[in-house]
Each structure stands twice: as C-alpha cells, then as structure tokens.
C-alpha cells in the first residue's frame, strides 16, 4: 500500500501548509483530500508536489505492506 504520510512531514519541515498548496500552487482541495485518505494519485501530480517541495519522491510516499495481502 503506497501512503503519503511522509508529505505532511515534509510540507511541515519546508513551511508549505495545505493552504498554500491550493491557493499558490494550484493543487485542487479534493487532490488533498485523496493524499490524506491514501487515494491513488497520478505521477503528474507527484511530480509537480516534488517540484513544489524540492524534494524526493521517497520524501512523499512509501510503500507499506498491506497486512490484509498474502
């Protein structure tokens, strides 16, 4: 499972809060709303928040073993 708890440390760490996604950067408040809850996201879309943080893709996303998958 790909989850994107790393964003929200990563947005804390380089000063760049929710707000400031959507209202200068242009990422749409429902884009937020699927990162939060671990939605799919395209990799346009990870790309331009890597491009926004100037940071790695691992400082966004990781992947964690589903324990429901065998």
Do not use: A, P
């Not at 804390?12 to 809850?37: E, V, W």
């Not at 939605?39 to 966004?60: A, F, H, M, P, V």
């Amino acid at each position: 499972m790909i989850v994107f708890d790393r964003l929200w440390v990563t947005m804390k760490r380089k000063g760049i809060s929710q707000y400031d996604l959507y209202t200068y950067h242009g990422i749409n408040r429902s884009l937020i709303n699927r990162l939060k809850h671990n939605k799919n996201t395209q990799t346009d879309t990870l790309n331009r928040l890597c491009e926004i943080l100037k940071c790695d893709i691992s400082e966004i996303m990781e992947y964690l073993e589903d324990e429901n998958s065998t």
